[in-house]
């Protein structure tokens, strides 16, 4: 079994920073790919960043230059950090990792999600 857990939500106010951090553990051989994925109310979850495990990272247009995607391979965390914060950018964001177990099995796993809420 794995479990993500996603910590460092909150509520900030429109051009602030927050940093996001989504530690795995448990019966772990390897992380293939990590990333964030974000949804707001009435609309559909998007991916926000990805990195692979060799660390290339892709992300959506609308927070490229803004925020960034990183990971500790060696701690199985992923974190993502944000700059400039926009209202649009409110929404619960969503720890994604595509894990390969101590089984050999491969699966996506999802976190628990954390809310960020960006408002004067």
């Known amino acids: 079994q794995v479990q993500l857990v996603e910590s460092g939500g909150g509520l900030v106010q429109p051009g602030g920073s927050l940093r996001l951090s989504c530690a795995a553990s448990?019966?772990?051989?390897?992380?293939?790919?990590m990333g964030w994925y974000r949804q707001a109310p009435g609309k559909q979850r998007e991916l926000v960043a990805g990195?692979?495990?060799?660390?290339?990272?892709n992300y959506a247009d609308s927070v490229k230059g803004r925020f960034t995607i990183s990971r500790d391979n060696a701690k199985n965390t992923v974190f993502l950090q944000m700059n400039s914060l926009k209202p649009e950018d409110t929404a619960v964001y969503y720890c994604?990792?595509?894990?390969?177990?101590?089984?050999?099995?491969?699966?996506?796993?999802w976190g628990q999600g954390t809310q960020v809420t960006v408002s004067s």
């Open positions: 990195i692979d495990s060799g660390g290339s990272t």
């Open positions: 994604n990792a595509d894990v390969v177990s101590a089984l050999m099995r491969r699966n996506g796993y």
């Open positions: 448990g019966s772990i051989f390897r992380i293939n790919a």
